[in-house]
T-cell receptor, first 114, second 115 residues
Framework: QQQVKQSPQSLIVQKGGISIINCAYE??????FPWYQQFPGKGPALLIA?????SEKKEGRFTISFNKSAKQFSLHIMDSQPGDSATYFC?????????????FGSGTQLTVLP | KAGVTQTPRYLIKTRGQQVTLSCSPI?????VSWYQQTPGQGLQFLFE???????NKGNFPGRFSGRQFSNSRSEMNVSTLELGDSALYLC??????????????FGPGTRLTVL
C-alpha cells in the first residue's frame, strides 16, 4: 500500500515537445505529491509539488495534474529542452505513521533530443 | 543560504568494515532524513530524525543506524558492510517537524562502494 508506481521508465522527446510522466498510488493517507529532478552525480532537486485540494499546479513549463478519485498524478513538461534531460521521480507522503516519509516512484529517464 | 552538505562524497570500503556518513542540513532546518539509492531498488527511506529523536524508520536491517546532534547535523552508520550496501546515500533536510507537507531538500549524496 506504500507503493508509488511510475511510468514510463524512459522517455525520448524532441526539443519543443511535451513530456508526460505518470504516477499512481494506493495509500489514501498520502496527501503531498512532489516531483524531483535528478541529474547524474547530483542529489534529487525538488521541482514542483501539489496537495490534493487542487487538481492542477503550474510553475513555468512544468505542470502537475492530480486526479484524486483515480489516485493518479502526472508531470507535464511543456516545450521540453535538452537541458531537461534528467531522471524524474514522483513521490508521495502523508501526515502520520509510516506514510510520513517520502515514498518514491521508480524514476523516468527523460532524454530531450536537440 | 547553503544547501545540504554531505561528507565524504565518495567512499570505498571492503566487506565487513563499518562506515560513518555525515550530513549537515540547511541552516534552520531541524529534520533530517536518509535515503539509499540503487539502480535496482531506487530511492528507499532509511530513517528520519527530528530534534535528536528518530521519528521514523524504513525497512532496513539493524546494521544501519543513525543519530542527530543538537545542531541538527546527522550521521548514519553502517556496520559489517556487505556488497549490496554499495549505493548512493542521500540526506534530505526539511524545515519543521515532519508533516504531510514534507518539503525535503536533498544533498549531493555519498557514493559508497563496497569491495
Amino acid at each position: 500500500q506504500q507503493q508509488v508506481k511510475q511510468s514510463p521508465q524512459s522517455l525520448i522527446v524532441q526539443k519543443g515537445g511535451i513530456s508526460i510522466i505518470n504516477c499512481a498510488y494506493e495509500n489514501t493517507a498520502f496527501d503531498y505529491f512532489p516531483w524531483y529532478q535528478q541529474f547524474p552525480g547530483k542529489g534529487p532537486a525538488l521541482l514542483i509539488a501539489i496537495r490534493p485540494d487542487v487538481s492542477e499546479k503550474k510553475e513555468g513549463r512544468f505542470t502537475i495534474s492530480f486526479n484524486k478519485s483515480a489516485k493518479q498524478f502526472s508531470l507535464h513538461i511543456m516545450d521540453s529542452q535538452p537541458g531537461d534531460s534528467a531522471t524524474y521521480f514522483c513521490a508521495a507522503s502523508g501526515a502520520s505513521g509510516s506514510a510520513r516519509q517520502l515514498t518514491f516512484g521508480s524514476g523516468t529517464q527523460l532524454t530531450v533530443l536537440p | 543560504k547553503a544547501g545540504v552538505t554531505q561528507t565524504p562524497r565518495y567512499l570505498i570500503k571492503t566487506r565487513g568494515q563499518q562506515v560513518t556518513l555525515s550530513c549537515s542540513p540547511i541552516s534552520g532546518h531541524r529534520s533530517v532524513s536518509w535515503y539509499q539509492q540503487t539502480p535496482g531498488q531506487g530511492l528507499q527511506f532509511l530513517f528520519e530524525y527530528f530534534s535528536e529523536t528518530q521519528r521514523n524508520k524504513g525497512n532496513f536491517p539493524g546494521r544501519f543506524s543513525g543519530r542527530q546532534f543538537s545542531n541538527s547535523r546527522s550521521e548514519m552508520n553502517v556496520s559489517t558492510l556487505e556488497l549490496g550496501d554499495s549505493a548512493l546515500y542521500l540526506c534530505a533536510s526539511s524545515l519543521t517537524a515532519p508533516s504531510s507537507y514534507n518539503e525535503q531538500f536533498f544533498g549531493p549524496g555519498t557514493r559508497l562502494t563496497v569491495l
